[in-house]
């Protein structure tokens, strides 16, 4: 008989050791190192477990693994870390599409047909150009439901034609709906149905959120091991958002008074974690 785990939003299904091999071998543990974990864990496991509580004795094993292999791991949990208001959470999609080729600009507004609307980020090249509503969620569990997709559907009807610069390349074509947890599978359907694009860490399957993270080499500063959660905030607030602009701009670590020794041992692992 399979142990029954409970998922973040209260729902039950049977553990899946191939789901937390697989998270392992994504965040780049080897196979000595999964076997061992799994080995481990099958040992903790009790009716109704906490998909955290597997999570957390996870990335405990782990400790004794690489930095990185810690931090990306931990990359879900880290996103979390980009509140609580999201502003660094949309600051950091704009990071992400920047690496992909795009030009981005945050907190933008642009004339509708209708209304003025207020987008969270905007995107282009010359080839695409798109806005995105981006739903930060500051614990796992919590949703995007079918309302959520319904009104950014609305949104792209008002903004279509609308330039997000002087450029011909610049109209509208599409509204991207971005979410760090999940979305219900009645706004997936709903929205595949319509032609507006989601983005959640797990869709769509082969370039969800997670997977263009990793694609893009750009980790948030939150997957840091080596400072603590009120140095993380420090540097968010001064608009250090990712691994490389802690890498790019070194001095901030000393305006939030850390020792020479601790900054090298920061941006030793922020160096490891971008190569």
């Keep these: 008989m399979s142990i029954q785990v409970v998922k973040a939003d209260g729902t039950q299904e049977a553990f899946r050791v191939e789901k937390l091999k697989h998270s392992l071998k994504r965040a780049g543990a080897t196979n000595a ?49 980009l509140g609580p208001t999201g502003f660094p959470f949309e600051d950091f999609l704009a990071k992400m599409f920047e690496k ?50 319904m009104y950014s559907y609305a949104r ?30 009645t706004a997936e359907k709903y929205a595949e149905t319509v032609g507006l694009e989601l983005l959640s860490w797990n869709y769509p399957k082969g370039n969800n959120l997670q997977d263009r993270i990793q694609k893009s080499g750009l980790y948030p500063v939150t997957v840091l091991q080596t400072i603590s959660q009120s140095q993380k905030k420090a540097l968010l607030a001064v608009g250090i958002i990712t691994c490389r ?10 305006n939030i008074h850390l020792s020479a020794t601790k900054i090298k041992k920061i941006l030793a692992e922020a160096e490891v974690i971008c190569n």
């Design 33 to 81: 190192e999964i076997t061992d974990i799994i080995s481990r864990i099958e040992e903790t496991l009790y009716e109704g477990i906490k998909t955290q509580e597997i999570y957390h004795n996870a990335f405990e094993m782990l400790r004794d693994c690489a930095l990185p292999t810690r931090a990306k791991y931990s990359l879900r949990r880290a996103l979390f870390g």
């Design 100 to 149: 992909e080729g795009y030009a981005t600009a945050t907190g933008v507004e642009l004339q509708g047909h209708g209304a003025l609307h207020e987008l969270d980020v905007a995107a282009y090249n010359d080839t695409d150009s798109f806005v995105v509503e981006a739903k930060f969620h500051s614990r796992p569990g919590v949703k995007s439901d079918l309302q959520v997709v």
């Design 156 to 185: 792209l009807l008002d903004l279509r034609d609308t330039k997000i610069c002087d450029e011909s390349f610049c109209t509208i074509t599409k509204l991207m709906v971005i979410t760090n947890t999940k979305f219900t599978s």
């Design 245 to 254: 602009d802690l890498i790019t701009k070194p001095h901030v670590l000393r």
